[in-house]
């Protein structure tokens, strides 16, 4: 076990070595124009560049460059050539916002999905099941910018129901903070419940074969016992594992649709602008972030399975 | 942004209608592919969809024919004091908000708010973002079976390395890494994969997607190259490439179809979302992705900018996947494979 946890881990550390190389080399060494001249401004002379280009290590070999930049993401001092703020301070205030929206959507996606999966396996096969099939198709066939635009749109622009977008402290003001997640919230759910539901209804049928599941009818368990203990106990484990998965990325940036279209100003958006902008150091630092956490939570996740099947530590 | 790949017995088709039930009688003597087709015949709402999908490509493939003999328009024509032939007094309003629907040949749709007729610009935009779509799907599929293969094949050092390189790419999540290469792409450029080319998000979709077939595929290969067909291959002294192209590539058939429609879905959204994050089609070029995000960029004014292709993107994409997945039931109910994100 312990071999196989470390051999893990080492790999997930290779992963990541390579994710940060390879990052580095497409946004640092490709676009066009210079970092110092972009540092410098419209205005500076060629003395100043050269001076800037000495002083950032731009003239360096570029693995001296990428190390450099390695301690400065570490040590939290890498900033935005552009606009010439702190990045990761940039990162941490982004972060309640993410925060919010990735807690409050995956507790809402995961619960129902779990609800309209085992609705539809229970009733495969009948109308119920088939409404919820186009349904989770729909889910999963809306950009997730649309559906914002059309919740803004209606229900904040023409009922006032709901602000117009923005993101509001939790601790300023927990009402309004709760009103201003309601639509995110729903935006970024519909596309996992779509996805998620569909997944727990094939699993669900598939254990639904299984003998044990004969045997706990066969002992004399209620129908909704037997789905509860047996069934659905076994059906979530691979629900669980996407719902790592997907919950690292949003965390990490990964729901920059729904953060830019209604305008939460988490890490998404960070990074969505500083694409706008090309702010190379901006993008460098929540792509490597939102890699890190989906590569952690994979390796987690692998070690998790090794524990419980026992199979696995041999296998890989 | 997560694949799942795994096997095990379908207890009910998708569309009950789907496969034969109980009681079906299966005919002797009929070929897998025979009997898949049998069973996405009886899938009337896969049937539908599908029909759906086709319309959708054909009207689009008649974007100049609508242009030139219906709305007399052509997709970029702007017309914001109303000086058109066949322009209502005026397509875009003194504060900048242009008409809505017409419902009559010339701006069916309405304009947009440069006064550009939205039903010729959708039907354009859609050829792009089909276009791109189909691309990007003839990328991944090309590159994640040849990767899948030989990985799954040859295992060893070549896996290990091929494997690596696919966990980089899927550990990114698509949206973020699309975004990335493709605005990196329209700024410096490599070959002919430069500025307003349609090429550049293609490529970016294509990439992107990868590992979420060749992973699925290389698994299909590693437990087929234990099986005796491939053995008995092997003792009449077939070379491995003759094996792979001959023995192994006709048994992942199934598979390679199940996940067309999958990655065109996907890639058509991934479109979309790249425009709207200002990475994809650049501005000159109509695609339901810059349509979208043009309307998102004036609301509240002319909501229907942002309806039109947008409800236009979502039946494409809806209609693909409700046909993929009656497609999947068809030729293999017991495969799982799928896409989010």
Known sequence: ?316 | MTATASTGTEFSDEFASAGFGEGDQVPAGLGPWRLAWRRLRRNKTALFFGGVFILILVLCLLAPVYSHSVAHISPAAENIAGQGNNCPPTCVSVTGIPIGPTWTSSYFFGADRNGRDVAVRLLYGGRNSLEIGFVATLITMFFAIILGVLSGYFRGILDGVINRALDVIWAFPAVLLGVALGATLAVSGILFLHGTSLLVPAVVIGIVYIPYVAKPIRGQVLVLREREFIDAARQQGLSSWRIMFTEVMPNLASTIIVFVPLILANAILLEAALTYLGAGVQPPNPSWGTMISDGIAQLPAAFHDVLVPGIMLVLTVLSINIFGDGLRDALDPRAKVRIAR
């Open chain 1, 1 to 316: 076990m312990t071999r196989f946890i470390v051999r893990r881990l080492i790999a997930m550390i290779g992963v990541m070595f390579v994710i940060s190389l390879l990052t580095f080399l497409l946004f640092e060494s490709i676009p066009n124009g210079d970092p110092a001249r972009r540092l410098a401004g419209r205005l500076a002379t060629a003395n100043e560049i050269a001076f800037i280009r000495k002083e950032y290590g731009f003239d360096q070999p570029i693995y001296v460059q990428y190390a450099r930049m390695m301690k400065n993401i570490f040590t939290g001092q890498v900033y935005s050539y552009y606009q010439g703020f702190n990045v990761v301070d940039e990162v941490k205030l982004g972060l309640p916002a993410t925060l919010s929206l990735a807690i409050g959507a995956g507790i809402i996606w995961l619960f129902t999905s779990i609800v309209v999966g085992t609705l539809a396996a229970v009733k495969a096969g009948k109308n119920t099941d088939r409404l919820l099939t186009v349904l989770s198709m729909v889910g999963v066939s809306f950009p997730p910018f649309f559906l914002g635009a059309i919740l803004i749109y209606y229900l904040g622009y023409k009922l006032n129901w709901f602000p117009l977008g923005g993101y509001v402290k939790l601790t300023s003001d927990p009402w309004q903070w709760f009103v201003h997640m309601v639509l995110p919230w729903f935006t970024l759910s519909v596309l996992f419940i779509g996805f998620y539901s569909r997944v727990l209804r094939s699993t669900i049928l598939d254990t639904i074969n299984e003998d044990y599941v004969r045997t706990a009818r066969a002992k004399g368990l209620s129908e909704n016992q037997t789905l509860r203990r047996h069934v659905l106990r076994n059906s979530l484990i691979p629900i669980i594992t996407l719902f790592g998965l997907d919950f690292a990325q949003v965390i990490g940036g990964g729901a920059i649709l729904t953060e830019s279209i209604f305008n939460l100003h988490g890490i998404g958006q960070l990074a969505a602008d500083a694409i706008g902008r090309l702010d190379i150091t901006v993008i460098l630092v929540v792509v490597l972030l939102t890699a890190f956490f989906v590569v952690a939570l994979a390796a987690v996740v692998d070690i998790l399975y090794a524990f419980l099947d026992p199979r696995i530590r041999i296998a890989v």
